[in-house]
């Protein structure tokens, strides 16, 4: 089992940055993989970024170039970087472990990029 505790969201305006944490505890593989996914009113869950044991990311073309992912593996810690955020950035962000057969979510941060 994996229980996964995210924080840093908050409300923001155009233009700014928010950090998102994510720790995960429990039975953590050495081979897993880590991302933040985000929904917003109305809209279905999107993948936003990625990270995989390996490093290798992914990120979604709309946060492309503005969105960094990173992680500390020892810490079991999974990062999200956000700049030049946008009003269509405003969502609930979910934080997401897949590994083995399986896949975990927490419980979601809002972020609100608003004037």
């Known amino acids: 089992q994996v229980q996964l505790v995210e924080s840093g969201g908050g409300l923001v305006q155009p233009g700014g940055s928010l950090r998102l944490s994510c720790a995960a505890s429990?039975?953590?593989?050495?081979?897993?993989?880590m991302g933040w996914y985000r929904q917003a009113p109305g809209k279905q869950r999107e993948l936003v970024a990625s990270?995989?044991?390996?490093?290798?990311?992914t990120y979604a073309g709309s946060v492309k170039g503005r969105f960094t992912i990173s992680r500390d593996t020892a810490k079991n810690t999974v990062y999200l970087q956000m700049n030049s955020l946008k009003p269509e950035d405003t969502a609930v962000y979910y934080c997401?472990?897949?590994?083995?057969?399986?896949?975990?979510w927490g419980q979601g941060t809002q972020v609100t990029v608003s004037s």
């Open positions: 997401r472990v897949a590994q083995s057969a399986y896949v975990y």
């Open positions: 990270i995989t044991s390996g490093r290798t990311t």
């Open positions: 429990g039975t953590i593989f050495s081979n897993n993989a």
